[in-house]
Antibody, heavy 120, light 107 residues
Framework: EVQLVESGGGLVQPGGSLRLSCSAS????????MHWVRQAPGKGLEYVSG????????FYADSVKGRFTISRDNSLNTLYLQMSSLRAEDTAIYFC?????????????WGKGTTVTVSS | EIVLTQSPATLSLSPGERATLSCRAS??????LAWYQQKPGQAPRLLIY???NRATGIPARFSGSGSGTDFSLTISSLEPEDFAVYYC?????????FGQGTRLEIK
């Protein structure tokens, strides 16, 4: 069974940092592009960042560019999101997403999410 | 950035009725569009990709159409479990955006 399990969320002060992890199982992690998508409380979905299968190319929404860094360790089947200079508007559920097989951009499998709260 | 505008914001229908949800792009995305369903407290689920292809396990009552800037998601006969929020999503190379969502509620 394909599974994505996020961890690392929590309460952090404005300006602080946090690293999210996503542990993948049930599929060949190293062959799939991966993404992070977030959802602020009571709001819609917002794309955050993506990374190709080999990890050498990554992409960011303008709202997080320069503050967030996506990475992956294919030997550990794990995706990461390093978040720094956090703002109140970064408060959201962060979903780890595997692409649909054969595609880069469609969100085929979603984790349950981890909650990040930025507040003093 | 390509903006996706979904309409209506809320759609109130009864089980058995036909639902048509709209998604309009600010510029052409060809057929690079997907639809997702999200129920309260759950992660979204992929329904449709490439504008009209159903994802694995999605019932045939769900269909997608459109190209360029205008897209539709149609649910031919609503089942109780279909009442949820629906999002469209486009990709333009690695510039990915979502629409703001349409809430489908029971009338």
């Amino acid at each position: 069974e394909v599974q994505l399990v996020e961890s690392g969320g929590g309460l952090v002060q404005p300006g602080g940092s946090l690293r999210l992890s996503c542990s993948a199982s049930g599929f060949a992690f190293s062959t799939f592009a991966m993404h992070w998508v977030r959802q602020a409380p009571g709001k819609g979905l917002e794309y955050v960042s993506g990374i190709v299968s080999h990890g050498r190319n990554s992409f960011y929404a303008d709202s997080v560019k320069g503050r967030f860094t996506i990475s992956r360790d294919n030997s550990l089947n794990t995706l990461y999101l390093q978040m720094s200079s956090l703002r109140a508007e970064d408060t959201a559920i962060y979903f780890c997403v595997r692409v649909l097989a054969g595609y880069y951009y469609y969100m085929g499998v979603w984790g349950k999410g981890t909650t990040v709260t930025v507040s003093s | 950035e390509i903006v996706l505008t979904q309409s209506p914001a809320t759609l109130s229908l009864s089980p058995g009725e036909r639902a048509t949800l709209s998604c309009r792009a600010s510029q052409s995305v060809s057929t690079s569009l997907a639809w997702y369903q999200q129920k309260p407290g759950q992660a979204p689920r992929l329904l449709i990709y490439d504008a009209s292809n159903r994802a694995t396990g999605i019932p045939a009552r769900f269909s997608g159409s459109g190209s360029g800037t205008d897209f539709s998601l149609t649910i031919s006969s609503l089942e109780p479990e279909d009442f949820a929020v629906y999002y469209c999503q486009q990709h333009n190379d690695w510039q990915i955006t979502f629409g703001q969502g349409t809430r489908l509620e029971i009338k």
